[in-house]
């Protein structure tokens, strides 16, 4: 049974930084494409990141490219999101969630099958 539990989210100020976790259970990363979605209150949930299982090959949304990075550990069977340079905008519940495709870009929620239940962060002063 797939499961993914995120955890790490919080209040932070704006410029602060914040390291979300993606722990995977019931498979192993080698075979599927993580990725990170956020979904902020009234908007419709957004690409952030994705990494590849198969080789490790990571990808942004433009709206972070620079200041998210995207990590796994497969010993931990665990995915971060490693969020730097936090802005007001990025205040949303953040979902990461797993998929079983070799991913070229950050593609949308329909690709992914399994969703964890998400983690909210909050940028403000």
């Known amino acids: 049974q797939v499961q993914l539990v995120e955890s790490g989210g919080g209040l932070v100020q704006p410029g602060g930084s914040l390291r979300l976790s993606c722990a995977a259970s019931?498979?192993?990363?080698?075979?599927?494409?993580i990725g990170w979605f956020r979904q902020a209150p009234g908007k419709e949930r957004e690409g952030v990141s994705c990494?590849?299982?198969?080789?490790?090959?990571?990808y942004y949304a433009d709206s972070v490219k620079g200041r998210f990075t995207i990590s796994r550990d497969n010993a931990k069977n665990t995915v971060y999101l490693q969020l730097n340079s936090l802005k007001p905008e990025d205040t949303a519940i953040y979902y990461c969630?797993?998929?079983?495709?070799?991913?070229?870009?950050?593609?949308?929620?329909?690709?992914?099958?399994?969703w964890g239940q998400g983690t909210q962060v909050t940028v403000s002063s």
């Open positions: 019931g498979f192993t990363l080698d075979y599927y494409a």
């Open positions: 969630a797993a998929g079983k495709f070799h991913p070229r870009a950050v593609v949308a929620a329909s690709w992914y099958d399994d």
């Open positions: 990494i590849s299982g198969s080789d490790g090959s990571t």
